[in-house]
């Protein structure tokens, strides 16, 4: 079983629909992450959260905004969404983000992701 | 920026023939993690390589990390049907904000045949 809890499981919405994904871990980490997965592809990083703070944006969207509210959350809104952003998005959280130049990158704990579907 | 480069991209086994998967950077990796997807599923971290020329095994899966770090294989003895999957490695991309961030490898997918 995973500890890191991603919702909802599905979704399907509008292009001109507001909505949000949730995750939550209760791991004590202080790392967490977004992943955009398409089919038949590796994840491909979007957002970086370390010690509650953005630290990286890998060039997404606007129309994806990131949130962290405390250290065990972390929130994807999703606006003005077009089709081909439908994927799996996965959350991830790691014990501590790597430092650049250091040996350790973190060992992610992925959810189970929250497939979009945008009409 | 950073990529670590994976083949084969698909392999067919015949259950208990053995399977390799090999990843390789252009650049030394200061380390190299390896990741099991299932189909449908999420991806499940294995294992973390850090040394020069280690060696690792769980059970039947054996992981390396070459002596230039530069390279990383996964092998696995005897497939089961239970290993069928997709496998990734993943490495350390072009740091930014301070911080290192995983970018993972195309993945290799696993169909093992009863």
């Known amino acids: 079983d995973t500890e890191v809890t991603q919702t909802p499981k599905h979704l399907v919405m509008g292009m001109t629909n507001k909505k949000s994904l949730k995750c939550e871990q209760h791991m004590g980490h202080r790392a967490m992450y977004w992943y955009k997965q398409k089919a038949k592809k590796p994840p491909e990083l979007m957002f970086v959260?370390?010690?509650?703070?953005?630290?990286i944006n890998e060039s997404v969207p606007s129309r994806f905004s990131p949130e962290c509210p405390n250290s065990s959350l972390l929130n994807l809104h999703l606006h003005a969404l077009q089709p081909e952003d439908s994927a799996l998005y996965l959350c991830?959280?790691?014990?501590?983000?790597?430092?650049?130049?250091?040996?350790?990158?973190?060992?992610?704990?992925f959810g189970e992701g929250s497939r979009l579907t945008v009409l | 920026g950073q990529q670590v480069m994976q083949i084969p991209q698909y392999q067919h086994v015949q259950e208990g023939e053995d399977f390799t998967t090999y990843c390789n950077s252009s650049?030394?990796?200061?380390?190299i993690q390896w990741y099991k997807q299932r189909p449908g599923g999420h991806p499940v971290f294995l294992i973390q390589?850090?040394?020069?020329?280690e060696v690792k095994k769980q059970k039947r899966l054996t992981f390396q990390f070459g002596e230039a770090k530069k390279n990383s294989s996964l092998h696995i003895t005897a497939t089961q049907t239970t290993d069928v999957g997709t496998y990734f490695c993943?490495?350390?991309?072009?740091?930014?904000?301070?911080?290192?961030?995983?970018?993972f490898g195309a993945g290799t997918r696993l169909a093992v045949h009863p």
């Open positions: 959260y370390s010690y509650e703070k953005l630290s």
């Open positions: 993943a490495g350390p991309g072009t740091p930014k904000g301070g911080y290192n961030k995983l970018i």
């Open positions: 991830a959280s790691s014990q501590d983000p790597g430092v650049a130049g250091g040996k350790y990158t973190g060992e992610l704990f």
């Open positions: 650049t030394t990796l200061s380390n």
């Open positions: 390589l850090v040394k020069s020329g």
